[in-house]
């Protein structure tokens, strides 16, 4: 995976680690599991993705085969 930053970010995460002594690469993972757990406890992203989880499923539904079973089948 490939990340470009602004160069004021690039500069703010490689301080970051240094004074961190850690890689890059854990800050940028604890960073994104940080917010990951954050959005997941918001209750609106929890409405959102419930909303989207309906929308998924019914395309799903509209996808699928016919009850007769998969094509070339009879």
Same mark, same amino acid.
Do not use: C
């Given at each position: 995976?490939?990340?470009?930053?602004?160069?004021?970010?690039?500069?703010?995460l490689?301080?970051?680690?240094?004074?961190l002594?850690?890689?890059?690469?854990?800050? @940028?993972? $604890? +960073?994104?599991?940080?917010?990951?757990?954050?959005? %997941?406890? !918001? =209750?609106?992203?929890q409405?959102?993705?419930?909303?989207?989880?309906v929308? @998924?499923? $019914? +395309?799903?539904d509209?996808?699928?085969?016919?009850? %007769?079973? !998969? =094509?070339?089948?009879?």
């Open positions: 995976m490939t990340l470009r930053l602004p160069e004021d970010q690039s500069e703010a490689d301080t970051m680690a240094e004074i002594e850690l890689p890059v690469v854990e800050v @940028v993972r $604890r +960073a994104i599991a940080e917010f990951i757990d954050q959005r %997941r406890r !918001e =209750p609106s992203f409405q959102r993705l419930r909303h989207s989880m929308r @998924v499923q $019914r +395309a799903m509209n996808l699928s085969w016919p009850d %007769r079973g !998969e =094509p070339g089948t009879s």
